[in-house]
């Protein structure tokens, strides 16, 4: 059998038919084209979270006190003073796979310069802090070692902080009072967005711990622990790490229950990124059954083709035509629909997904494996539904088939 | 003269439910080459039977077929196809021209089953088909833009195209109206005047008088079979049709 010669009248045959042509790839261009652009909303939504998570930090560790129990009574977290700084000192010390920690203590209120006032939180900190949260000193410093052990009325300001209070103003050597502490503004912190809750990761101030602790909380405990694993691949090594210095610092027997609770970003990381799967699978599921329907509509007219072109069958088959050919003809009339409609709908899909993300403003990621899957899809779709109707056409009695009205 | 077609005790047995319809009897036929033979008969007399085992379309129940010297009892489904394909040429009654398919696509048909015939090839043997049959100008005409008549002649070039052995011609001209259909005789009395063997199975007594022998079916047997004397010609004959006005 002679293929070329099958493609070119496969190809005539649909040539004479375009609109008919047309319609029938509808089902698989409209198909092919949502799954494109579902899944590249999907792949784009779990690749923003992902990188969202990893502006966070994804050696991000926290210690947290917990399940504390006084007399047989659990306490709450947040009554909870359980750690001390001493804590931060024996992580430092005893866990190799740390490479920063610092304490952290927190207080909400009002910010005040001037004439105006703005709501945020303070955080206590040390200056490994910034490198553990991704934090950049955007102008100015950070605060010193020895303004640590002083409690140094200093701080650093984030820029929605700058913004509200400052305008144009330059922060730097300004005073701000938080709670009625006046504290010297010494830098800037850089711009970090919002993380992936919908966080403004700049409304925020931050002073030596020592400050916030002394000064404006009259607290001795710290409320938490952050803590950077050395590296993403340590960061199992790190929480077992922080888990037994702190067990032994707070002098925990075997078998007793923790009394803090250890989290690390890449948990959060990998509980965002499978919530998103689901939805890329989901959504790509959806999409599939359009395509399906395509695939089904192929078929629908190819059958009926078969019954409408009986008489040009029987002409092919008396000319000489076997039913090979007719088989092949009917295969690759359907393959050449659902291919080309799959190039159409992959085009139209890439399009349609621009269009979506600049309009919507929606992340998305077209993957090469999404295009080449969808293409495979279509040809297997051609093949699969094409061959009923092409082995029904190809099966033709060619004088039945001659004199069919 | 060299033996065309040669047919020996053909039967054929139909079996519609429990029935068996006895459409050929035993037929015993020769047609040599140059023959230009009608097939005549009323309807159920078997001639259409015959038309398609001679056509290779159909296989009969008992009775050997030699078609150039090939016998075709033994040839599998794709062997006849095969036949079909470089033997044999055919005009049906309803032309079956692939509609929205230029006159030259139409006539190169037969050759794009012929995996040897190249494309440049087929395109040259359709053109020299049509010039054959008269419609030089007519090649990227698509069917509904031929009269009838243009039509026929189309599928006469396509059944000349892959240069056949013998033309089987299915009531050809029983679409026509006279003048056409004197037309196409003439054309077919000018191809078997070249050589080309024709069997041309009709109903109709005057255009069996345009070839040179007859052979008259009834209930699946042969029942006359003679030459044709004072033997018509399609061209002296359209020369006294009256032209009919056209309107």
């Known amino acids: 059998m002679n293929y070329t010669n099958s493609v070119k009248i496969a190809l005539s045959a649909l040539r004479r038919n375009k609109f008919r042509a047309f319609l029938t790839m509808l089902g698989i261009i409209i198909g092919v084209a949502s799954v494109i652009v579902m899944l590249a909303i999907g792949q784009g939504s779990k690749k923003s979270i992902q990188d969202q998570m990893s502006g966070m930090g994804t050696n991000l560790i926290f210690a947290m006190p917990g399940g504390e129990q006084k007399g047989g009574i659990r306490m709450g977290n947040s009554d909870a003073q359980s750690m001390k700084l001493s804590d931060v000192e024996a992580i430092e010390k005893n866990c190799p796979a740390i490479s920063d920690v610092s304490p952290e203590v927190r207080s909400s209120g009002q910010a005040v310069y001037g004439n105006q006032n703005w709501p945020t939180s303070i955080y206590g900190v040390n200056n490994k802090y910034f490198n553990i949260r991704k934090y950049t000193i955007g102008s100015g410093r950070s605060f010193t070692e020895t303004e640590i052990q002083t409690y140094a009325k200093v701080c650093l300001v984030g820029k929605t902080v700058v913004e509200n209070l400052f305008g144009l103003t330059d922060p730097i050597g300004q005073t701000v009072r938080f709670k009625n502490i006046p504290l010297l503004i010494v830098g800037v912190l850089g711009e970090k967005g919002e993380n992936g809750m919908g966080q403004d990761q700049d409304d925020l101030i931050m002073a030596p711990f020592t400050t916030v602790q002394k000064r404006i909380l009259a607290i001795t405990y710290i409320q938490s622990i952050a803590a950077s694993a050395a590296s993403e691949t340590q960061n199992e090594a790190a929480i077992q790490e922080i888990t037994q210095s702190l067990r032994s610092s707070h002098k925990l027997k075997e078998g007793d229950p923790d009394d803090f609770q250890v989290r690390s970003q890449s948990e959060m990381v990998q509980m965002f990124s499978s919530i998103s799967n689901i939805m890329t699978a989901l959504l790509g599921a959806i999409s599939g059954i359009s395509l399906l329907v395509g695939g089904i509509g192929i078929m629908n007219i190819m059958y009926v083709s078969v019954t409408e072109r009986t008489r040009e069958i029987g002409l092919r088959l008396s000319v000489g035509g076997r039913g090979n050919d007719i088989l092949m003809q009917f295969l690759i009339e359907s393959v050449l629909l659902s291919v080309f409609g799959g190039v159409i709908g992959i085009s139209l899909g890439i399009i349609a997904t621009s269009i979506t993300a600049s309009v919507m403003n929606w992340p998305v990621v077209i993957t090469t494996v999404s295009i080449v899957m969808a293409f495979f899809v279509c040809s297997a779709i051609g093949i699969f539904f094409g061959w009923y109707p092409a082995r029904k056409a190809a099966g033709l009695n060619p004088i039945d088939a001659l004199r069919y009205e | ?247």
């Not at chain 2, 015959?50 to 077929?65: E, Q, V």
């Not at chain 2, 033309?167 to 196409?184: F, K, M």
């Not at chain 2, 041309?200 to 255009?207: G, K, N, R």
């Open chain 2, 1 to 247: 003269m060299k033996t065309i077609i040669e047919v020996r005790s053909l039967k054929k047995d139909f079996y519609v439910g429990e029935i068996t319809v006895h459409a050929l009897k035993g037929i015993d036929l020769e047609i040599k080459e140059g023959e230009f033979v009608a097939i005549m008969g009323t309807s159920g007399s078997g001639k259409s039977t015959m038309l398609n085992i001679l056509g290779c379309l159909d296989k009969p129940t008992s009775g050997t077929y030699l078609l150039d010297g090939v016998s075709m009892g033994e040839l599998s489904k794709n062997q006849l196809a095969g036949l079909r394909n470089n033997k044999l040429g055919f005009v049906f009654q309803s032309y079956n021209l692939l509609s929205r398919t230029s006159a030259l696509e139409n006539v190169e048909l037969p050759l794009f089953y012929d995996s040897r015939v190249k494309s440049k090839e087929r395109r040259e043997r359709a053109e020299a088909a049509l010039e054959a049959v008269g419609l030089t100008d007519r090649m990227h005409h698509m069917p509904n833009q031929l009269s009838g008549g243009q039509q026929q002649r189309v599928a006469i070039a396509r059944s000349l195209v892959n240069d056949p052995v013998v033309i089987l011609a299915d009531e050809a001209t029983g679409n026509l109206d006279t003048r056409t259909s004197y037309e196409i005789m003439a054309l077919l009395q000018d191809l078997n005047q070249k050589g080309k063997t024709i069997v041309f199975v009709t109903h109709e007594a005057d255009i069996a008088k345009f070839m040179t022998r007859q052979v008259v079916f009834r209930d699946g047997h042969i029942i006359r079979e003679e030459m044709v004397t004072n033997r018509n010609n399609a061209i002296e004959l359209l020369k006294v049709l009256p032209v009919e006005e056209v309107v």
